[in-house]
């Protein structure tokens, strides 16, 4: 059996740091939504009665975007990879129930007729927003 580290945090410290976590309203969310509002793409933020609640809605295009930090969605780069030293059963689990609410979500929004595009937070800066294609599905 191996020894698990204890936290360098007390839990309230560590409760407080994973409040702090944004869901909404990103440093690469907001990126890309300046690029494509450039571009001359209207959209909607957040839209509660959709499945998995989508970062940029497009209704005229039927296209819904999801910008998913590498590490929490469990990217196949070097941060989506990486798993925390302590409590790493607790992390496994928790990031392969959200990369299953992402499968489940993606697939119910296709059903409803939507085109699913998901971006990684890795990819952000290297990204050229006009090769994004908004549109309805195929």
């Not at 969310?29 to 609640?53: D, H, Q």
């Not at 937070?121 to 195929?138: M, N, S």
Request: aromatic letters at 8%; charged letters at 30%.
């Amino acid at each position: 059996m191996t020894r698990q580290r204890a936290d360098v945090f007390s839990p309230e410290k560590r409760s407080a740091i994973m409040r702090a976590v944004k869901s909404e309203n990103t440093k690469p969310e907001i990126a890309l939504r300046k690029a494509l509002f450039s571009l001359g793409f209207r959209y909607r933020l957040n839209v509660k009665n959709l499945p998995g609640k989508p970062d940029l809605v497009f209704p005229k295009h039927r296209t819904v975007i999801f910008v998913h930090g590498c590490f929490w969605h469990g990217h196949n780069c070097k941060r989506g990879k990486r798993v925390p030293k302590t409590n790493r059963a607790y992390w496994t689990e928790k990031i392969a129930r959200n990369k299953a609410r992402d499968r489940k979500n993606a697939a119910a929004l296709r059903r409803l007729g939507w085109r699913v595009v998901t971006i990684w937070e890795c990819k952000i800066k290297d990204l050229d927003p006009a090769a994004i294609t908004i549109g309805p599905p195929d």
